[in-house]
C-alpha cells in the first residue's frame, strides 16, 4: 500500500487538522471550504490523495446547509473522482440540513443551476436538490438547459419539449407539431428521444436525415480480407495501414488473406450510419481483418470526438496517428461505445479504421459491422464542409 | 453489592451500551452475496405463501429508482440495495431502507467512470453490496467502488476503470465484491484490463492487483480461512481456481480446471464446490495444502445460479432442472422440473428451496428427510409480477426481494401485521 504523501498534501492534512480540531464547522468561512474543496479535488488515480481528502470530506461533510453553494463551486475542476467525493459532502449536507427540518437556501440554488459557468453536475446536483424540495421549480428551470453541457439538465428540457408537441397534435397543423417536434430534435441528445422525434415526425410526413443528426459518417474505402488468424492480426501492419495514411489507390493490389485485394466503395445507408461488412463481403470471413477509411473536411483546426460503434476488435487512425485501440470481440455493440478525443487539422482528414473478427462460431459471434461519428463533446454533430 | 454482582452489572451495561451503539448487532445478517458464508442458508423461518395484489405477507414494498439485479443485504436493522439509472445507467445509487418500516433512511449518488453499457437484462447495479458490520461496500458493472458507512457517510470513492480504462465488458460485468481480512477484493475478468485486486478497507488504498485471464467471467470470488489461519480468497475462472492471502495477495494454490463464469465458487466445511462441467468437489486445507478432488458429477451442472450445501446435502439448479444430491458422494437424490430462467441463487430456510425465476415467480420446494432418503416436491409458486435477477436475503424472519423497481419484504404476518 502506498502512503506516501506529497509535500502539498502534507500541508493540507495539518490544516484540516488545524481546522478541525480548533473550530466549529458552523463557523468555517469560504476560504476554508475552499480549501477543503481543493484538497478533495487534489484526488488522483490509483487512490492518490485519499488521506487527506478523508479528513477533508469529514469536515466538509459536517458544514452548515447555508454553505451548500460553496461547496458547488468546489467541483469546478474537479476529475471523475474527485466529483463523485463532492457529490457525497453536498448530499450528506443536505441531507441532514432535511432531517433536522432546515430549508435549503433555494433562491442561491436556483441562481447558481441557471449560471452556465458552474460545472455541469454542480449545477445537475443542485437541480436535483431542489426539486426534492420544490417539485414545482422545475418548469420555470427548463428554458435555461436546453443547449446544456449537462445532458442530464439538457434531457429534462427536450422532454417538456417532446411533451408540448405531443400536446399540440390535436389542435394544431400537422406543420406546426412537426416544428414543434423537430424543435425537440434539434437540441436532443439522446438516442431513445431522438428516436422519439423523430418517428413522430415522419409519421406526420416529415422528413429526418438522422445520420446528419449523429454526425455519422457514411461514405468508406474498404479492404478485406487480412489474416486474423487466433487474433493475432490486429497488431500487424498490414499494408493498407501504410496505403490508406498517405493515399487510396483503387488500381493497387494488396496481399491478404487472399491474393490481388483492392479498396472498394462502401457506402451505409442504415439509419444509424452502420456498414455491414459481411454484406459487402458475403463470403462471411472469419479471423479476418476489414480496413474502412475515409476523408473529413474540417472547417478549421478543431478538436472533436470520434465515437466508434463496432462489435469487434478496432483500432482508429486520424492523419496516421493511432488513437485507441480496443481488443474486444462480441461484447455487445452500441451508439458512441468507444469514444476518443481527436486534433482536426484544417482541411482533408484521413480516418482509418481497422476492424477485426476472430473465429467463435456461435450465431452470437457472426456480426462484422462499424459505425462512426464526429461529434464535440456534448454529442453534436461536426459535419464535414463537404456534406 | 459485592464484586461478582457489580461484574455482572457492568457486563449487562457494557452489553446495553454497545447494542446501543451497535444496531447492526441485533440480529441475524446477511452481509452480502449469497448471505455471510457465501452459503445461502438461512435460520429464518420465512412465509410458504403469500399475495403480492392482496399484500398478504408482504411486510412493505418500497420503490427503488432506476434499475439494478443486484441483491439487498442486511446489516441490523437496515436494509442496503444498490441501483443505476440515466439513459447509460451512468448514474449510481446506494440506498439504505428501514427492515421494519421499509421506510428509505438516506440515499446517496454518484457517477460512473466506467463503462456502463450491458446486455438489457442486465444493469450496472448488477454486483450485490457487501458490508463487514461497519462498512458498506458497494460496487457496479462500470467497476466503481464505493464505500461509505452505514448512515451513507462517504469513506472512499475509487474508479477502477478510470484507472485501468480498458477495464469492462459491453454485455455487464456482475462479480460480486468480498470482504476477508482488512481489505475488500473484486474480480474484474474482462478482454480489457483484466485483474483482481484488493483494496484497503479504510483508505481504499489498493493493497494487491493481480493480472487475470483476459477473457469474460461474472463468478464471484469467495472466502474461507487457510490451514495457516490466514484470510484466503478464491478466484474461479473459466481457466482454473487460484486461491491469494487477502490481506498480502501472496498465492496460496492454483489449480488448472475448466471452471463456469457464471454460477460461483461455494466453500462449506472446509470443502470447496464449483461449476467445471458438472460440479466438482474438492478438499481444501489437505496435508499437501493444495484442493484435492472429492468427487465430480457432470450431470450436477450449475449455469446462471450458484450452488448450496447445508449438511450432507447438495443442491443445484442446472437449467431450469433443481437437483439434489448427497454432498458426501454427489449421487444425485432427487431433481424437481421448474419454470422460467433463472440467474437468481436459490436460497435455503426451514427444510425450504426458495427459488426464483428471472419472470418473478418464486418457486417454493419442500425438502422432506435429511442425507440419502431426501425427497422433494414444489409446495408453493407465488407470482411477484415483476423481473427479478438479485439473489434475495434472509434475517429476522423474513425474505427480501429485489424486483428491477422494487424491494419487498415478505414476512409471515400475524393479525395483518
Sequence with gaps: MNLHLAPRHVFRVICIGVVAVLSNPVDCVAGEIDELTATIRDIGPKGEGHVAAQQAWKSLSAQPVSELVTVLKGFQGANQL???????????????ALNESKSLPETELQAFVIDHENAPLARLTAYEWLLRVNPKIKKSLLPHFLDDSSLELRRDAVASLLDSAKLSADKSQAETVIAAYRRALNHARDLDQIDEATKQITDLGGMVDLPRHFGFLLDWHVIAPFDNTNKKGLDINYTPELDANRFIDSAVTHLGKLPDLKWKNAASEERFGIVDLNGIYPDKYKGAIAYAHTTFESSSAQNVQLRLGCINANKIWINGKLLTRNNVYHANMMIDQYIVNASLKKGSNRILLKIAQNEQEESWAQRWQFQLRVCDSNGTAILATDR | MNNLIKHRVNILTMTAFFLTLSPQLWAEEWNGFRGPQGNPVSTSELPLVWDVEKGSNIGWKSE???RGVSGPIVVGNRIFVTASGGVNQQRLYVLCFDVGSGKQLWRRDFWATGRTYSHPT??????????????????????????????????????????????????????????????????????????????????????????????????????????????????????????????????????????????????????????????????????????????AVNKLNSNGASPVVLGDNFYTLSGAIAKGANSNTGEILWQLRLKGRFWATPILANKHLYFINQDGLVQIVELEGDGDSQAASIVSVIDMGESVLGTPAAADNALFIRSDKHLWKVTNMVNGE
Design chain 2, 64 to 66: 427503488i429508482p432506476g
Design chain 1, 82 to 96: 474527485a466529483t463523485n467525493w463532492l457529490r457525497g459532502a453536498v448530499d450528506a449536507i443536505a441531507q441532514t
Design chain 2, 122 to 295: 442486465s444493469a450496472n447495479a448488477a454486483p450485490t453490496p457487501v458490508s463487514d458490520g461497519k462498512l458498506l461496500f458497494a460496487f457496479y458493472s462500470s467497476n466503481d467502488l464505493v464505500c461509505l458507512d452505514l448512515d451513507g457517510n462517504l469513506k472512499w470513492f475509487r474508479g477502477l476503470a478510470h484507472d485501468y480504462p480498458k477495464a469492462g465488458n459491453d454485455v455487464g460485468m456482475a462479480a460480486s465484491p468480498v470482504v476477508a481480512g482488512n481489505v475488500v477484493i473484486v474480480q474484474i475478468e474482462n478482454q480489457g484490463d483484466s485483474f483482481a485486486c484488493a483494496v484497503d478497507k479504510n483508505s481504499g488504498l489498493e493493497v494487491w492487483r493481480k493480472p487475470r485471464d483476459p477473457r469474460a467471467n461474472w463468478s464471484s470470488p469467495t472466502t474461507y480461512t487457510h490451514g495457516n489461519g490466514a484470510p484466503t480468497v478464491i478466484l474461479q475462472s473459466g481457466s482454473g481456481l487460484t486461491a491469494f492471502d487477502a490481506d498480502t495477495g501472496t498465492s496460496i494454490w492454483d489449480i488448472g480446471l475448466s471452471c463456469g463464469t457464471m454460477s460461483s465458487p461455494l466453500v462449506v466445511n472446509n470443502a470447496l464446490y464449483v461449476t467445471s462441467g458438472g460440479i466438482t468437489k474438492l478438499g481444501l486445507n489437505t496435508p499437501s495444502g493444495k484442493p484435492k478432488v472429492i468427487w
